[in-house]
């Protein structure tokens, strides 16, 4: 191949690659010796046998071969192709075996998370307690819940950890995918799948729901029915007048409640 060395190097950037990456190398998987374009082709490639003991998900660690897209030469882990000289990616990542020619989503590894991030590097910090990189915005700005990325998304239920969507964090510092944040929203659910709490402001709804209460007089049977509630917001327990609408927290005024055993007294 000829050329300067540079015009070696970029041969056949952004010409190669699949659906998740560009890059102009494939990938042999140690776990069942099979090659493909990026562990991502594996996964959803595994996760379609017919035997369920037969799937599983590739280890990016594990990696030791790669095969040129340009050449076709099988060799081990490297930026630079031994045979045609050409880079296999513009971002190469030694630790997790990781090429990507699309520089623009600004890849960085992440020493702490363990795994490369996009979105460049002065734009995130990592959180300690919840375990996984957060928008610089989010810093001191969340509520931290230990290894809150290290879970499923409560919603999709797929691994938030090293998910290639988007994620957000709640008010209440749990995660979960943007999108599937949204499809939540839009079928007017406001609370957290995992913990309860509102995630959004309801103040106006409370407004709205005390003015529904006060020109809906209950029948004389249960207008002095007490009950006793727990507020998913404020974790309060406390004794109402029950209503068929809702039950008001004393404590945050949230009608995000449900009724409870009454406590037992110590004898």
Not at 28 to 54: G, K, Q, V, W
Not at 147 to 168: G, Q
Not at 248 to 264: D, G, W
Request: glycine share 6%; proline share 4%.
């Amino acid at each position: 191949m000829g050329g300067s060395g540079n015009e070696r190097l970029d041969f056949g950037k952004m010409g190669y690659g699949c659906k998740h990456y560009r890059r102009r190398c494939q990938i042999r998987a140690p776990c069942c010796n099979e090659i493909y374009p990026c562990r991502h082709c594996h996964n959803e490639a595994t996760s379609m046998l017919s035997n369920p003991f037969d799937r599983h998900e590739l280890v990016r660690y594990d990696v030791k071969q790669v095969v040129c897209s340009v050449c076709d030469t099988e060799q081990p882990v490297a930026r630079v192709c031994t045979n045609c000289g050409v880079s296999m990616g513009e971002y190469f990542c030694e630790i997790c075996k990781f090429y990507d020619d699309d520089t623009d989503k600004g890849q960085f590894h992440c020493n702490d998370c363990g795994i490369c991030r996009i979105g460049g590097r002065e734009n995130f910090y990592h959180c300690k307690k919840c375990g996984s990189c957060y928008s610089v915005g989010l810093r001191d700005n969340h509520l931290c819940v230990e290894n809150s990325m290290r879970h499923h998304c409560p919603i999709c239920y797929e691994f938030l950890f090293d998910s290639l969507k988007d994620t957000t964090v709640m008010k209440c510092g749990h995660t979960m995918h943007c999108e599937c944040y949204n499809e939540m929203m839009k079928r007017d659910k406001y609370c957290c799948p995992i913990c309860s709490k509102s995630v959004i402001d309801m103040s106006r709804t409370w407004r709205r729901i005390d003015e529904e209460i006060e020109a809906t007089a209950m029948p004389e049977d249960y207008r002095y029915k007490k009950v006793w509630i727990l507020c998913n917001d404020c974790n309060d327990t406390t004794e109402v007048y029950f209503h068929i609408i809702g039950q008001k927290c004393n404590h945050c005024k949230s009608y995000n409640t449900r009724t409870i055993a009454p406590p037992v007294l110590p004898q």
